[in-house]
């Protein structure tokens, strides 16, 4: 009897789309701050890390849209409240119709247009970053990059990955989900920066990425390394032998992105030597 249920519909110039189901409903107490990271888990199971809906805003805002949780919705099921989250984005106008083409409701155009805005928007910015040691601060990204992301989550990997691989088109970017994999990678290639997420599920158990750190570094692996985390646990990545940390999810605006790899690029500029 209950249902999850995706809606689509023009009003003027705006394309709104619907997600609603009959499930529990969300707490009053827990609306206004239904965006924020690290939120705590709303299901029976106590799942997740709570930034779900803060990704799926930050998308969203990429696109100049809006997202909203619609306090007025009724699912129809005794008992069963229910919950729908309404996006509202810009479509494209031909005279008084809307015309939306099946390529760029295709996945493909997805990724394609989140690379292009973050490409655009890197190159629009005006970083001026201020540091101590100038002399040996990059200004710039390179051109060619070799770059590995450890995540398990295909879908955080092919957002960073493509769009900044897009954004840079000169950068080798390889994935892998799990610190294991990892491993066995840096015996075959060198990397410049690896991205490692902290918390990677299996089906058997697997490395931390802090214990992912450990053994690149016993390996020795002199590449720049980013920890990853839903949770601030930068000091025990620090710990274990990582340049730099990055909480998730990650910057959306292109200005953002660029001055978070920046910061990573420059994390290890004496020690670091060029692949």
């Known amino acids: 009897k209950g249902f999850v249920r995706l809606r689509a519909s ?24 239904l965006f924020q990271k690290f939120q705590d888990s709303l299901d029976l199971l106590n799942q997740g890390t709570g930034i779900g809906l ?5 998308l969203v805002n990429l696109l100049d849209g809006d997202i909203w949780l619609d306090d007025s919705y009724d699912s129809g099921l005794e008992g ?22 099946e390529e760029q409701l295709s996945n ?8 292009n805005r973050m490409k655009h928007e890197a190159s629009m910015s ?3 970053i201020e540091t101590t040691q100038a002399a040996n601060y990059k200004n710039e990204l390179p051109e060619t ?20 691989k897009k954004a840079n088109p000169g950068w080798t970017v390889s994935e892998a989900a799990s610190g ?13 920066i690896i991205f490692l997420d902290q918390y990677m599920a299996s089906v058997s158990k697997s490395l931390l990425g802090t214990e992912t750190v450990r053994a690149l570094r016993s390996k020795g692996v002199k590449s720049i390394i980013c920890g990853l985390s839903a949770n601030d646990i930068e ?6 032998g990582a340049n730099a940390f990055m909480i998730k999810p990650f910057p959306c605006k292109g200005d953002e992105m660029r001055s978070a790899l920046l910061r990573i690029w420059n994390s290890d500029t004496d020690s670091l030597e060029m692949i």
């Open 10 to 33: 023009m009003e003027d110039d705006d394309l709104y789309l619907y997600v609603e189901d009959s499930g529990p409903g969300i707490p009053a107490d827990k609306r206004e701050t």
């Open 54 to 58: 803060s990704l799926c805003q930050s």
């Open 80 to 101: 069963c409240p229910g919950a729908r989250f309404i996006i509202k984005l810009k479509a494209p106008v031909a005279g008084q119709s809307m015309i939306l083409e």
């Open 108 to 115: 493909n155009s997805i990724e394609q247009n989140f690379a």
């Open 126 to 128: 005006n970083l001026t």
């Open 145 to 164: 990059l070799q770059v590995l992301f450890v995540d398990d989550d295909v879908i955080l990997r092919k957002l960073f990955v493509r769009g900044v």
């Open 180 to 192: 294991e994999t990892a491993l066995q990678l840096v015996d075959e290639h060198e990397y410049d």
């Open 235 to 240: 000091k025990p990545f620090m710990s274990a």
